[in-house]
C-alpha cells in the first residue's frame, strides 16, 4: 500500500472529537442521517455535472447501499454520486470539515443538546459511534484515481490509494464498542424508517429498497387526488382515524416551504401542547416536534413541513424569536385560515360536518392569536335551535362551471362553483353566526345570547325558552364553556350571554297573578304564601326559593318549579374547578324558582291551606303538601344535575309514600 500523505487534521483540533463522541450529541443516532444526505447529495451532484455536460458516459441510476459486517463490526455506507478527487478530500474532509467542527463545537458546546436538528454536523458526526472512519471514493473527473482516507479519532488522517473502480464514495465505519447497536439491521430499518424515508434515492439494504422515495409534499397539488393525500396520511399515521382536511403549503419566495397540514379529528379536550408535525429539511426528517416553530395553536395539527430556510443550528429558544420562523409561522396561520374559508364559502356541507373538531382549533385559535382571530372571526359558526327553511337551488344550465384555483399555494380539491349553493344554508342546518343570532333576535331579546352547554341536564330549560321562541346557542365543549364565552363576551362587550339555567329571562315571565294580597292581616301575597309553605318544607336556608309566573300556552308545557345557577357565581365556581384541576360540584347554595301558574303549585297551595292543625302534628294533607313540595324540588334537581345516592334514595322512598297515599 503507497501512503500518499499523512497528516494531521489541524493543529486545534485535539479536543474536538472527544467532545463529538461524548458530551456534544445525545442522539447519536443521527449519524447515519447525515451519512445517507451526504451521498444523496453527491448522487444529485453527479445529475447535475452529467447535465452540465460534464459526464462522459451515463449517469448511473441511483444508489446506496447499506452494507454491515458483523465479524469486523463494521457499517458501510457506498454511493455512486460524483465522489471526491485526492484536492477534494484535503479541502472538504481535512480542511473545512475539522474546522468548521471546532467553530461548531466552540460555539454549541454549552447548549448542543437544545439545539433543534442538529444539523451540519455532517460527515464527522460519524465519530460519535466509530472509532475508526474509512472513506474509499472516485471522483467522476476525468484522470481521477481512487483514495482510501482514514482516521482513527485522532486528529490524525491517512491517504492511500484505494481500490475501488466505480464512480463514487464508501464510508466505512468500524464501530465503537458501546455503539454495536448500529449494525443490528432492525435498527438500520428503523433509522432510515425515522429520517431518510423520504430522500429522493433509494436505500437498499439487505437486497431491497428500505425507504419509500417518494415526498408528497414536493408533488404540486395539481397532480394529487384526495386518495393521494388520504394514503399519505394514513402512511404517516398508521391506525389513525382519517384527518378531516388538509392544506398544501408550497411557497418558495421569501423562503422555501413545502408542507401537507392535516386536520385530524379532534376530541374537545384535546391536548393542545403536544404537537404531532414532523419537521423537515430537504426531505430528511429532523424532529416531530416543531413547538418551537409552529404556533401552538396549530399543534394540533398533523403532516409535514419541509423548509430548509428553518435555522436548525439555534437553540430552541433563538429559533422562536427567528424572523423567518416567524414569518413562516404567520404565513402557515394565514394560509389554513383561508383554506378554512374557502371550505366555509364553498363547501358548507363540509364545513358544518367537520366543524366539531375544526370549530375547537378556530376557537383556541382565536383565542390565541390576535391576526389568526381576524382571518377566522366571520366563519365561526354556532349549533342553534333556530332552523331556517331550505331554498330551492335555482340551477341555470346556461352558467358556465367555474374551476376555483388558488394563487401561489394551491389547495387539494378543486370544487364546482353553482352547484348546492342556494340549497343549503347554515341556518337550514341548523347553525349561525353570532352576528346573524343578535341580528335575528334583535327585537325579542337586544344583545342577549341564552346558550346550553349540556342537551341532556339543560334540556328541561331548553324547552321552556324554545317554547316561548327563543333561541338558544349550543356551546357545549370544554373550550366554550371555560374559554371561549368570556372571550366572545371581551369581543362584543355589549352582549350578555347566559346560560339557560342561569336565570329566567323576562320573557318568559308574565305578571304574577299571585302577587294579590290574600291575607289582609299579614298583607301577603298568595306567593308569599307559596314561598313559605316550600320554605318549611325544604327546610334548607341554602336554597333561594323564590316564586314566578312563567309564561305558557298550556300548562304542561312549562315545570312547576326550576333550579337555577346565577351566571357570575356558576362560572366563578366553574373558573376555581378548572384551576384545581376539577369537576365543579353542584353547589349547595342555588336558586329554586316555583312557577306558581302551574296547576300543580296551585293544588299544593290548596292543599296545604285546607289543612288543619291538629294536636299530634301536621294533619295528613300538610304532610302530603310538604311531601309533595320536597318532591318537586327533587325533580327540579334531577332536571339540572340529577340526583346523588342519598338523594335517590330518600327520592325513592317518599315516590312510594306519595304513590300509596294516592291510592289509598
Ligand atoms: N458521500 C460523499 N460523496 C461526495 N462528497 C462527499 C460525500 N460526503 C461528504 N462529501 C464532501 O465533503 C463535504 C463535507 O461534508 P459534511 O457532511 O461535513 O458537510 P456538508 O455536507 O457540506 O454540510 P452539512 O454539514 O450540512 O452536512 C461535502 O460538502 C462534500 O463535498
Redesign the pocket.
Known amino acids: 500500500m503507497t501512503v500518499l500523505e499523512k497528516g494531521n487534521i489541524t493543529i486545534h483540533t485535539e479536543n474536538i472529537f472527544p467532545i463529538i463522541k461524548k458530551s456534544l450529541y445525545t442522539d447519536h443516532e443521527i449519524f447515519l442521517r447525515?451519512l445517507i444526505?451526504?451521498?444523496v447529495?453527491?448522487i444529485s451532484k453527479l445529475k447535475m455535472a452529467s447535465l452540465a455536460g460534464e459526464l462522459s458516459g451515463d449517469v448511473p441510476e441511483p444508489e446506496i447501499t447499506i452494507t454491515v459486517d458483523t465479524t469486523n463490526k463494521t457499517l458501510c455506507i457506498y454511493?455512486n454520486?460524483?465522489?471526491?478527487t485526492v484536492d477534494?478530500i484535503k479541502k472538504?474532509?481535512n480542511q473545512?470539515?475539522f474546522s468548521s467542527a471546532e467553530e461548531f463545537v466552540k460555539k454549541y458546546q454549552k447548549t448542543a443538546n437544545d439545539l433543534i436538528g442538529h444539523?451540519?454536523?455532517?460527515?464527522?458526526s460519524a465519530f460519535m459511534v466509530a472509532k475508526q472512519v474509512e472513506i474509499d471514493?472516485l471522483s467522476y473527473k476525468e484522470g481521477s484515481e481512487a483514495i482510501h482516507w482514514s482516521c482513527d479519532g485522532s486528529p490524525e488522517f491517512e491517504l492511500t490509494e484505494s481500490s475501488r473502480t466505480q464512480i463514487g464514495?464508501t464510508?466505512t465505519l468500524t464501530l465503537m464498542d458501546d455503539e454495536q447497536e448500529y449494525i443490528e439491521p432492525q435498527r438500520i430499518r428503523q433509522l432510515v424508517k425515522t429520517y431518510s424515508d423520504f430522500v429522493p434515492v433509494p436505500i437498499k439494504f439487505e437486497n431491497e429498497s428500505i425507504n419509500k422515495q417518494k415526498a408528497l409534499w414536493k408533488d404540486s397539488a395539481q397532480n394529487l387526488t384526495d386518495e393521494d393525500y388520504l394514503e399519505f396520511y394514513r402512511y404517516l399515521y398508521p391506525f389513525q382515524e382519517d384527518p378531516l382536511l388538509w392544506v398544501h403549503l408550497n411557497t418558495d419566495y421569501p423562503y422555501l416551504l413545502n408542507g401537507i397540514l392535516y386536520f385530524p379529528k379532534l376530541r374537545p379536550d384535546v391536548d393542545v401542547s403536544q404537537g404531532h408535525i414532523k419537521l423537515f429539511c430537504n426531505q430528511v426528517f429532523v424532529n416531530d416536534h416543531c413547538e418551537e416553530i409552529i404556533p401552538d395553536f396549530l399543534m394540533p395539527l398533523r403532516g409535514v413541513i419541509d423548509s430548509p430556510d428553518i435555522p436548525l443550528n439555534v437553540s430552541r429558544s433563538a429559533l422562536t424569536n427567528h424572523r423567518t420562523v416567524r414569518s413562516i409561522a404567520n404565513h402557515i396561520a394565514k394560509k389554513i385560515a383561508t383554506r378554512l374559508k374557502s371550505i366555509y364559502e364553498d363547501t358548507p356541507e363540509e364545513y358544518v360536518k367537520c366543524w366539531k373538531d375544526v370549530g375547537t382549533f378556530i376557537k383556541y385559535g382565536s383565542l390565541k392569536d390576535e391576526k389568526f382571530k381576524k382571518q377566522v372571526e366571520d366563519i365561526l359558526i354556532y349549533k342553534t335551535t333556530y332552523k331556517a327553511d331550505k331554498v330551492e337551488a335555482k340551477s341555470d344550465p346556461e352558467t358556465p362551471q367555474v374551476q376555483v384555483e388558488g394563487e401561489g399555494d394551491l389547495w387539494e380539491n378543486v370544487k364546482t362553483k353553482g352547484e348546492s349553493e342556494e340549497k343549503f344554508s347554515y341556518e337550514s342546518e341548523g347553525y349561525t353566526t353570532l352576528p346573524a343570532y343578535l341580528e335575528r333576535n334583535k327585537e325579542r331579546h337586544e344583545n342577549r345570547v341564552f346558550y346550553c352547554t349540556d342537551t341532556d341536564t339543560q334540556a328541561t330549560y331548553v324547552e321552556l325558552y324554545k317554547n316561548q321562541g327563543l333561541e338558544i346557542l349550543f356551546m357545549d365543549s370544554f373550550i366554550d364553556t371555560n374559554y371561549f364565552i368570556p372571550f366572545l363576551e371581551k369581543e362584543y362587550s355589549e352582549v350578555k350571554f347566559s346560560r339557560v339555567d342561569a336565570e329566567l329571562d323576562d320573557t318568559l315571565v308574565q305578571q304574577d297573578k299571585a302577587d294579590e294580597i290574600v291575607d289582609p292581616n299579614t298583607n301577603k301575597t298568595r306567593s308569599d304564601q307559596i314561598k313559605e309553605i316550600f320554605e318549611k318544607a325544604l327546610n334548607n336556608s341554602k336554597v333561594n326559593i323564590k316564586t314566578q309566573a312563567l309564561k305558557s300556552d298550556t300548562p304542561d308545557s312549562t315545570p312547576p318549579a326550576m333550579v337555577l345557577l346565577p351566571e357570575a357565581m356558576r362560572r366563578l365556581r366553574e373558573m376555581m374547578a378548572v384551576s384545581q384541576q376539577q369537576v365543579m360540584d353542584f353547589p349547595d347554595e342555588h336558586v329554586f324558582v316555583i312557577n306558581t301558574t302551574h296547576p300543580l303549585i296551585e293544588n299544593i297551595y290548596q292543599l296545604s291551606q285546607g289543612s288543619i292543625i291538629q294536636a299530634g302534628g301536621d294533619s295528613p294533607s300538610a304532610e302530603m303538601a310538604k311531601m309533595l313540595c320536597q318532591h318537586i324540588y327533587d325533580l327540579a334537581l334531577i332536571a339540572q344535575k340529577g340526583l346523588d345516592g342519598e338523594g335517590m334514595k330518600s327520592f325513592v322512598e317518599r315516590s312510594n309514600q306519595v304513590l300509596t297515599r294516592l291510592t289509598k
Do not use: H, K, P, R
Not at 444539523?119 to 464527522?124: H, P
Open positions: 447525515e444526505s451526504n451521498a447529495d453527491a454511493d454520486g460524483i465522489g471526491m477534494e472538504y474532509i473545512v470539515a444539523f451540519g454536523l455532517g460527515f464527522y471514493t464514495t464510508v
